[in-house]
């Protein structure tokens, strides 16, 4: 089933480890993000997360995510 709000969490994540950890999704560099498709994205919803800004990047559809964040990230408390 389609989760609604998907794309406001996905505006809304950080990066839990690693290099980037702390930025929010939406900010990570293409090539971390190409380097997760060649090794494998996470499992869970990480790994959805990533693996849909890797699409939204390298399609160069970022400017879909700038009214939902405008919107919703600095909604959350």
């Known amino acids: ?39 494998g994205f996470p499992s869970g919803t990480l790994g959805q997360q990533l693996a849909t800004m890797h699409e939204i990047k390298i399609n160069g559809l970022d400017d879909i995510l700038k009214p939902i964040i405008r919107m919703h990230r600095n909604s959350r408390s």
């Open 1 to 39: 089933m389609y989760d609604r709000t998907f794309l406001i969490k996905l505006v809304q994540a950080k990066m839990p480890f690693g290099q980037y950890e702390g930025r929010y999704l939406t900010a990570l560099p293409v090539h971390y993000l190409e380097w997760f498709a060649r090794q």
